[in-house]
């Protein structure tokens, strides 16, 4: 149902590079920003990026986020098993006229 | 400290209604995007609605006609009227802040804890 689309699940071990994609349209991704959000089950989600790759402060300097055209990709690097949670692409769609989120992405630290 | 909590969830009977509310701390909600985010059991984050800061409000195709979003600016509080529940509507639902940052679009922080509601006979 969600127009942006993202891999089920992704993995690594510690200190490994993750990355996670979002794909969309030229209504989303193509004409508006990205956001990623983590989440943990049980708990609030917490903004990761904006605006497609600006880090909120305190959020550490090992995520990042980029934009090219209709996809996006969050990349994770120096991984460590407390990013084991769900992650979570977002933008603006401007024919739907709402907010979408992505399909939603488990990250598992091996 | 800035912070979102949501009161108001519980059991209800399909085609019930039930009010959500949402007290900001911290900052003022008249002044930003509001917004409710829901998650059914197993699955994603679902985009509700938001309300934004000149009364503009939006709604996801699937609840249209049915939740209205709205606002207390004296209370510092948002609100979701939930009429016409279906079971599909079982979620929990989070409040969050919307930050613009610019013509292309806003992020949602803080969220709340959520809050859970259930439709079910």
């Known amino acids: 149902q969600s127009v942006l689309t993202q891999p089920p699940s992704a993995s690594g071990t510690p200190r490994q590079r993750v990355t996670i994609s979002c794909s969309g349209s030229?209504?989303?991704?193509?004409?508006?920003?990205v956001n990623w959000y983590q989440h943990l089950p049980g708990t609030a989600p917490k903004l990761l990026i904006y605006?497609?790759?600006q880090r909120p402060s305190g959020v550490p300097d090992r995520f990042s986020g980029s934009k090219s055209a209709t996809s996006a990709s969050l990349a994770i690097s120096g991984l460590q098993s407390e990013d084991e949670a769900d992650y979570y692409c977002?933008?603006?769609?401007?024919?739907?006229?709402?907010?979408?989120f992505g399909t939603g992405t488990k990250i598992t630290v091996l | 400290e800035v912070q979102l909590v949501e009161t108001g969830g519980g059991l209800v009977q399909p085609g019930g209604s039930l009010r959500l509310s949402c007290a900001a701390s911290?900052?003022?909600?008249?002044?930003?995007?509001m917004t409710w985010v829901r998650q059914a059991p197993g699955k994603g984050l679902e985009w509700v609605s938001v309300?934004?800061?000149?009364?503009?409000?939006y709604y996801t195709d699937s609840v249209k006609g049915r939740f209205t979003i709205s606002r207390d600016n004296s209370k510092n509080m948002f609100y979701i009227q939930m009429n016409s529940l279906r079971a599909e509507d079982t979620a929990v639902y989070f409040c969050?802040?919307?930050?613009?940052?610019?013509?292309?679009?806003?992020?949602?922080?803080?969220w709340g804890q959520g809050t859970l509601v259930t439709v079910s006979s």
């Open positions: 911290g900052f003022t909600v008249s002044t930003n995007y």
């Open positions: 030229r209504s989303n991704i193509g004409s508006n920003s």
């Open positions: 977002a933008a603006w769609d401007d024919s739907l006229n709402g907010y979408v």
């Open positions: 605006s497609n790759n």
């Open positions: 969050a802040r919307g930050n613009y940052y610019d013509i292309t679009g806003y992020s949602f922080d803080p």
């Open positions: 309300i934004y800061r000149d009364g503009r409000t």
